[in-house]
Each structure stands twice: as structure tokens, then as C-alpha cells.
């Protein structure tokens, strides 16, 4: 696989990267440990050198996931976590106070079972700590060694200038997909601006744009896409017009769904890397292969013309979780 480095800082990881969360939280039932171990591995064999996790996720249980999954090959791959949650638990709000920082920090090292984190992400940002107590924290630690890059997640464009101006931010992580387009307004001319990378997550649309989820489709009852207004059945109907759109154009390019939504993410900017994520092995292969599709000029535009004339019905988050993003 391509590499691609995140922006001007030098870090350099796999075109795709790979989304750990939905191996132990938010999409259901834990994957069974040693299956994931399987899955985890498998897309290190496919060339995925940026695995991302957090201690949300689970809490707790994905980040150990990760640190045994990849201790064996630690010095060849670059894992991603985060703080900024009062205990871990997205519901006890935010919390990026630096002593918790630390020791979110601290617990993180000894779970991924190594000895420096090496990118170290603001889950989300806490609007009762100022953003340059948080950057001047994460700098501390990496003068101490401890965290290599500082990344942010869901942030707006003004809190992004500001904290980069005490740490320089080594990659934002936030959502970008066909289905959500948001960043394109301010924050991808920010990052470019800045040199910053763009790690965009749901990059298949949490499932939808791979085809394989319907109105009829039912979710488990722990599967937070229940909360979520663009997944009630009434919008997941009037969004088949989006999927069905998609695969016009994937039968041309003799390609899946999938790897035409990641291979369009990927033609946006070359300091781009999607990290779709998956329990299948063979979702896993078809999503690593989304890095060989070429989509030329022309495709692009048809891409943009299929789908510049279809608005996506629902809201990406529920009111309560909205309010976490963009700050």
C-alpha cells in the first residue's frame, strides 16, 4: 500500500488506516478477543501501518485489544489514541484538565503495552479548559518523551489555529465521507493551511454507502446508530438514492461501493488518510483494496454531479451529541 504523510509533520503511515473502535464498542457486541487479534493483524499484513483506538472505546478493553495485537509488531506501526472524557465514558462529559490528561496518558502506555503513544488525539474538545492548557500539556509530554504527534478530533477551525500555535497539531480526526461534507467549507482550508493531516473517520458513512444496510436492516440494541437521526428507517429509505448513485458508479469502475467511497476520499487531498474500520476480514479486503482504485478527472465529476443533486436526509448526531463537535 501507498504511504502518505500528515501533513508538514513528517509522520508518515499507509494511505488506509484502520478504525479499531468498532471491535469492542459502538456497533454491538465485542468482537471476540481473538478474532480481532485476527482482524487487527490482517490489515497490518494488507499494509495498514496507522491503527486508532481510544480509551472511550469500551471503555478501556480496545485500547488493551491494540497493544496485544500489535506488540509484535510495534516498531512498524503507528497507533493513535485519546483522552477527553471524564473517566473514559463519553456520557460523564468532557474532561481535558491537564492532570487528567497525564494520567490518561499514563493508563494509555501501560494498555497499548509500549512506551510511547504516537499519536495522541483530543477526543473531543472541553469547553472549560482553555485549548492552549491543553496543547501546552501534550507538548509537556512530548518533551517527556511520552507522546510523539498531537492530534485533535471534531474541532473547529479557530480552536485548531489557536492550539496549534502552542503544539504544532500533527492531524485532525474528525468525520468526512460522500455523506458528510461539512469539513470541505473551513476546516480543510485550515488544514492546508496549517499543514495539518486529515484523518477522516465513518468514511463509509458508519456502514451506510457500503450498500449493505437498508430500511428493513435492524441494529442491535447497543448499537449507538439507534440514536442516530440519519439511521431511523424513514431516513435510511431516502437515502438509498445516495447508495444507489454510488454503485452507478462503482459497476463502471468494476469496483465495490466501499472502495469507490474511499477511493473518492483519498483523490481529495494527498495529506488525506481514511480510517475505515471493520470485524470482517473480508470487509477488510475489499476496504484496503478502495487504495488501488484510480478515479480519474472524469470520474470525479461524475461523482460530484450524482451527488451534488441528492440531500442527505437526517442528522449525523443526536442533539445531546452534537453539542460535543466543533467547538
Known sequence: MQKRTLG????????LGF???GLSH????????????????AAFDGGVTLFDTAEAYGPFT???????????????????????????????????????????????????????????YQHRVDPDVPIEEVAGTVKD???EGKVKHFGMSEAGASTIRRAHAVQPVTALQSEYSLWWREPEQDILPTLEELGI????????????????????TEFDKSDFRNTVPRFTAQARKANQVLVEALGQ??????????????????????WIVPIPG???LHRLEENLGGAAVELTSGDLAAIHAAISVIEVQGARYSAQYQSLVNR
Open 26 to 41: 459502538g456497533f454491538g457486541p465485542a468482537t471476540e478477543k481473538n478474532a480481532a487479534i485476527k482482524v487487527i493483524r
Open 62 to 120: 480496545n485500547e488493551e485489544l491494540v497493544g496485544e495485537a500489535l506488540a509484535p509488531m510495534r516498531d512498524k506501526v503507528v497507533i493513535a489514541t485519546k483522552f477527553g472524557f471524564e473517566n473514559g465514558i463519553p456520557g460523564q462529559g468532557a474532561n481535558s484538565r491537564p492532570p487528567r490528561i497525564r494520567a490518561v496518558a499514563e493508563a494509555a502506555l501501560k494498555r497499548l503495552r509500549t512506551d510511547v503513544i504516537d499519536l495522541f
Open 19 to 21: 478504525g479499531c473502535m
Open 141 to 143: 509530554l512530548i518533551q
Open 278 to 280: 471493520t470485524t470482517k
Open 249 to 270: 458508479i462503482a459497476d463502471r469502475k468494476k469496483a465495490t461501493k466501499a472502495q469507490i467511497a474511499l477511493a473518492w476520499l483519498l483523490a481529495q487531498k494527498p
Open 8 to 15: 508538514r509533520s513528517g509522520l508518515e503511515v499507509s494511505a
Open 197 to 216: 493531516g486529515f484523518v477522516p473517520f465513518s468514511p463509509l458513512g458508519k456502514g451506510f454507502l457500503t450498500g449493505a444496510i437498508s430500511d428493513q
